[in-house]
Nanobody, 123 residues
Framework: VQLQASGGGLVQAGGSLRLSCVAS????????MGWFRQAPGKEREFVAT????????LYADSVKGRFAIFRDNAENTVYLQMSSLKPEDTAVYSC?????????????????WGQGTQVTVSS
C-alpha cells in the first residue's frame, strides 16, 4: 500500500482544515487507517484511527470532539477533518495503514506510512 497525504497548510487558531490520504493497492478497504503527527523536537504521536467499515474509530484525548476521521473506500481515501484548531496542533501529519483489522493507537503497529503534510496553526 502506498499512501499520499495532502491538505495541510497555515490556518489561524479556531480554524479548520481537512487532510486527505489517498492509498494505492487493492487491499485498501481492508486496512485500518490512522493519522499521526510529529511536532518539532517531539516524538510521533497518535491522532486518530478507523477500521475498514468506519464503524470503529479511536481518537487521542487531545483531539476528541475537534477532529473526525472518516474514509471513502470507493475512492481509496481517508480523511481527517480538523476543527477548532489550536497552536499546539502544529505538526507534520502523516497517514498510515495497518494490515490487521483491529484499530490501534500504537505507532509500531502500522505497516505502511505516507509522507507527511505540514499543518501550522497561528495564534
Amino acid at each position: 500500500v502506498q499512501l499520499q497525504a495532502s491538505g495541510g497548510g497555515l490556518v489561524q487558531a479556531g480554524g479548520s482544515l481537512r487532510l486527505s490520504c489517498v492509498a494505492s493497492g487493492r487491499t485498501f478497504n481492508r486496512n485500518v487507517m490512522g493519522w499521526f503527527r510529529q511536532a518539532p523536537g517531539k516524538e510521533r504521536e497518535f491522532v486518530a484511527t478507523i477500521n475498514w467499515s468506519g464503524g470503529s474509530t479511536l481518537y487521542a484525548d487531545s483531539v476528541k470532539g475537534r477532529f473526525a476521521i472518516f474514509r471513502d473506500n470507493a475512492e481509496n481515501t481517508v480523511y481527517l477533518q480538523m476543527s477548532s484548531l489550536k497552536p499546539e496542533d502544529t505538526a507534520v501529519y502523516s497517514c498510515a495503514a495497518r494490515r490487521s483489522p483491529i484499530v490501534s493507537s500504537r505507532v509500531n503497529e502500522y505497516d505502511y506510512w505516507g509522507q507527511g503534510t505540514q499543518v501550522t496553526v497561528s495564534s
